[in-house]
């Protein structure tokens, strides 16, 4: 072994099998990395106590201990060390366990060189990124809440997790139903972590053309194609040292899924037009609304894209699973609102927050947002009431009971009615059928067909729109 | 049982392991990776309390020399032997491909041939 400056940018191995072992010495060797090396969980333990490395290698799986107590003991000792967790065992729930437990990062055999050196250069980075003791993020514990209002068993673990992966660079995978929050998710988990003075840039996939976005995520340079007329610094450069959110992430082409796979891989970004890769330091948020497994299934997601990100996967909870947050979160909106507008109201009324606790809330607290702003522009309080709200909503509530004697449709008889059309179209005709014998109460509707309520707001959306552009051609 | 050497290897991928330093390094490296897997061939004897550990070695050695049937079925022997279920028959496979991998390896001298 190289004798280095100083022993802490020594890099400690432990990993059992030999062969393995001189493989990976070798790699870091080469890269000029003063190694030393351990083939036990004592052996490394001791190596530790002796060096204090900043940077660790630890196998997971060890003929004396488990990974998972080595690495407890070496960062309680030493809170700072950089552990990447490396293992024959790719499953999500021991990467979980293992990042929540404070590793940096995790690495699943086989890999090859060029990752393990990505993931110590990371890791190295990140130790220049990292805050005085004073302002460690468990400091900061009150600030999730700041901006998170609600106290559901829900949203607690929604804040739990935030806290636990803010600290590591674990790839975290946000999930939940349009307007539930998953930007400010994002931005609490890098507002919690090391990175926090770093930049967020969030890059909405969803957005931007598809020919664009490779350019907006690693950036181009003058003339590398018709428009680029000088260069451009992409997303993933411009959060150099800090967070990266990409949100609605499954709407990215399978081409640029591609490429972004590659980045996440080598953490080296080539900007359109340019030939040579340059190294960027960026932690990965993403975020769906859509059930990312389903888009694996469907062939639309690479599935090892799709196992890349989701390291950590945090589940935001539609509004009406929230229970009294609903109330909660109107009455802070309200008070916020009417200062703005200068208008004097005091909250809600009873029958508001019984009707607000049953409705669905398909936009979840976006919808609400949008309802109680209009509320405040066109009264004066002093309470929201029912009839100052809009129609369309008390609609949602199921209120209004289903017309005894609705006329009874044209229904198809047997299967041979639905000849010829597409499984779009009779899927149209079945959740139209249900809808005209639940009176259109929506609710009643999604519990006949059992889904939920967001799907069939989501299908009714994009009927009106297909209309609208069919009437318009 | 035959023993199917066909396919044991990815030779690209060991290839490309061993060629990575000098020569001597890789000799030590071809060598010690022989080394290893008649360790593990040992310690995969039936009854044997480290069988499950030995499994997830087998699993991310042969992984990283190219040897993915290999590592395949070290992966489900390490969860059967997790499980509490020990697959016999499938530890005789295990041992079986771990000779596979042996035979292509000791007979492999063109793996070293470009470094």
């Given amino acids: 072994m190289r004798q280095s400056v100083s022993s802490s940018d020594t890099i400690l191995l432990i990993e059992d099998t030999p062969s393995l072992q001189m493989l990976y010495a070798s790699a870091l060797q080469r890269a000029g990395y003063a190694v030393e090396a351990s083939g036990t969980a004592a052996e490394g333990v001791a190596s530790f106590e002796k060096l204090r490395p900043d940077v660790v290698l630890l196998d997971l799986v060890l003929p004396d201990g488990t990974g998972l107590e080595v690495m407890q003991q070496m960062l309680a000792r030493q809170p700072h060390t950089r552990v990447i967790v490396i293992t024959a065992n790719g499953s999500i729930n021991r990467a979980v366990e293992m990042m929540r437990a404070g590793a940096h990062e995790f690495l699943v055999k086989p890999f090859d060189d060029q990752r393990l050196l990505a993931a110590v250069q990371n890791a190295r980075r990140a130790l220049r990124h990292r805050p005085p003791p004073a302002i460690r993020p468990e400091a900061a514990e009150p600030a999730i809440g700041a901006r998170f209002i609600g106290a559901s068993p829900a949203m607690k673990a929604v804040h739990d997790k935030i806290r636990s992966v803010a600290r590591s660079m674990a790839t975290v995978f946000i999930t939940g139903e349009s307007g539930t929050g998953k930007e400010l998710c994002a931005e609490a988990v890098h507002q919690f972590s090391p990175r926090a003075r770093g930049p967020f840039i969030a890059l909405n996939c969803g957005a931007i053309p598809v020919d664009l976005l490779e350019s907006e995520v690693f950036g181009h340079l003058r003339g590398s194609f018709t428009g680029a007329i000088s260069d451009k610094q992409g997303a993933a450069a411009a959060a150099d040292g800090g967070t990266l959110f990409l949100d609605e992430v499954c709407e990215m082409d399978l081409n640029l899924q591609t490429k972004l796979l590659r980045f996440l891989q080598t953490s080296t970004i080539t900007p359109v037009g340019a030939t040579r890769p340059r190294k960027v330091d960026v932690r990965i948020v993403c975020a769906t609304n859509r059930n990312p497994l389903e888009e694996v299934r469907a062939g639309r997601f690479r599935e090892d894209l799709y196992y890349r990100l989701h390291v950590v996967p945090i589940f935001m909870p539609p509004l009406r699973e929230r229970g009294e947050d609903v109330i909660e979160i109107a009455e802070a909106l309200v008070a916020e609102m009417a200062q703005e507008e200068g208008h004097a109201f005091t909250g809600l009324d009873q029958d508001v927050k019984a009707l607000f606790r049953r409705l669905p809330w398909p936009g979840n607290v976006r919808q609400l947002i949008n309802v109680l702003r209009n509320v405040v522009v066109l009264n004066d309080g002093p309470q929201v009431t029912r009839a100052m709200l809009p129609p369309d909503l008390l609609s949602d509530a199921g209120q209004e009971p289903a017309p005894p004697s609705a006329p009874e449709p044209v229904r198809p008889h047997g299967l041979e009615a639905l000849a010829g059309r597409t499984l779009a179209q009779i899927e149209r005709m079945v959740i139209e059928d249900s809808l005209r014998r639940h009176g259109d109460s929506v609710p009643k509707t999604a519990r006949e067909l059992d889904v939920s309520a967001s799907t069939i707001y989501r299908k009714l959306e994009a009927w009106k729109r297909a209309d609208a552009q069919a009437q318009g051609e | ?115």
């Fill in chain 2, 1 to 115: 049982m035959n023993i199917q050497v066909d396919g044991a290897i990815d030779r690209e991928v060991l290839n490309r392991l061993l060629t990575v330093g000098d020569a001597a390094l890789s000799k030590r490296l071809h060598d010690q990776i022989i080394a290893d897997l008649k360790r593990l061939k040992d310690t995969l004897e039936p009854g044997s309390s480290a069988c499950a550990i030995a499994a997830h070695e087998v699993k991310g050695l042969a992984a990283t020399i190219g040897a993915s049937r290999l590592a395949g079925m070290a992966e489900t022997l390490q969860g059967c032997i997790e499980n509490g279920k020990p697959d016999a028959a499938l530890q005789a496979r295990v041992n079986t491909e771990i000779s596979a991998v042996l035979e292509l390896l000791s007979a492999g001298k063109d793996f070293r041939a470009r470094s």
